[in-house]
């Protein structure tokens, strides 16, 4: 595995594999690998001659008092757990490598954005669409991986490379969980023991979500009140939001139909945690 930390020498090695035939699989992280992550990296490896994984904790994307300074990080592990699943090429730009002078323009999708984590985190998807167009610019054609975890972003990252006609086959990957239905999130080092503890009942809302759709319920208001009411069984979390809507536009257009998306947020001190699930009708 190469290390690379300049943008032209990343383009100049992707183009002269292009140049043999050899297709690209791009992973984007912002590091502190944990097996989910992993598990986006062990798919492209198995489906792509070539992988890139680039870690980058991206500012853009980060908000006034949010834990850009503090998100966790670890090179040497990643770096490690990279190469051991045998990638070929590890991108680590630095902030001035990437932006090196404030940048200008901004990538928005502005109606797949606008709902639920939007509305916590309002420039966040502008953020994230902006460096994951310029990753994509630098990588070029490519097939990307990103984890159905972010399930908004997914969908952000889709119809912002349908509108902009990007050379990039966006795969979902399903959410890695510990044994007891908690995400996998770089996030949960910040849940205290006693948090960790009630951290699944994200997990549990997204089923009893699933059940009372599997039961015929349709109507989003009561499968999101019930959802809320699970999380609102434990003392240390803070719901956020608990949605029930269609999977594409995130909303919900009447009773609900065909593929349904389950989202939930909370807040347990230190952490806020997101969820989700999915399900036909
Ligand atoms: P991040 O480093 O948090 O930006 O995540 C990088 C990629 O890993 C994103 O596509 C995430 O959706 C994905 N990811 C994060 N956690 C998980 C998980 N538990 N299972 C699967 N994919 C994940």
């Known amino acids: 595995m190469e290390t690379i930390t300049t943008i032209p020498d990343l383009r100049e090695r ?10 690209i699989g791009f992973v984007p992280t ?5 097996a989910g992550h992993l598990s986006l990296v062990a798919t492209a490896v198995a489906h792509n001659p070539v992988t890139v994984v680039s870690i980058f904790v991206n500012p853009l994307q980060f908000a006034e008092g949010e834990d850009l300074d503090s998100y966790p990080r670890d090179l040497a592990a990643d770096s490690a757990g990279c190469s051991g699943l045998g990638v070929d090429y590890l991108f680590v730009p630095s902030v001035e490598e990437m932006y090196p002078s404030p940048i200008d323009t901004v990538v928005k999708v502005p109606s797949v954005a606008a709902p639920l984590e939007g509305v916590a985190r309002p420039h966040h998807f502008a953020g994230v669409a902006t460096v994951v167009a310029k990753l994509f610019s630098i ?12 399930w908004q972003q997914v969908c952000v990252v889709r119809r912002m490379v349908s509108d902009l006609s990007m050379p990039v086959d966006v795969v979902a990957c399903p959410t890695v969980r510990e044994p007891d239905g908690l995400a996998m999130s770089s996030r949960n080092v910040y849940l205290s023991p006693q948090e960790r503890v009630q951290a699944p009942v994200l997990r549990a809302s997204l089923d009893a979500g699933l059940d009372a759709i599997a039961n015929g319920e349709t109507d989003s208001a009561v499968v999101e009140a019930t959802m809320a009411a699970v999380v609102n069984t434990a003392s240390l979390a803070s719901l956020d939001y608990a949605a029930a809507v269609q999977a594409d536009s995130l909303v919900s257009d009447g009773p609900l139909h065909g593929e349904v998306r389950l989202l939930v947020a909370a807040r347990l001190g230190k952490a806020r945690l997101i969820d989700n699930d999915g399900t036909e009708i």
């Open 30 to 34: 912002m590091g502190y690998l944990h």
């Open 14 to 23: 992707l183009d002269s594999e292009r140049r043999t035939g050899r297709g």
């Open 139 to 150: 990588v070029g054609q490519c097939r990307a991986y990103f984890g159905a975890k972010d």
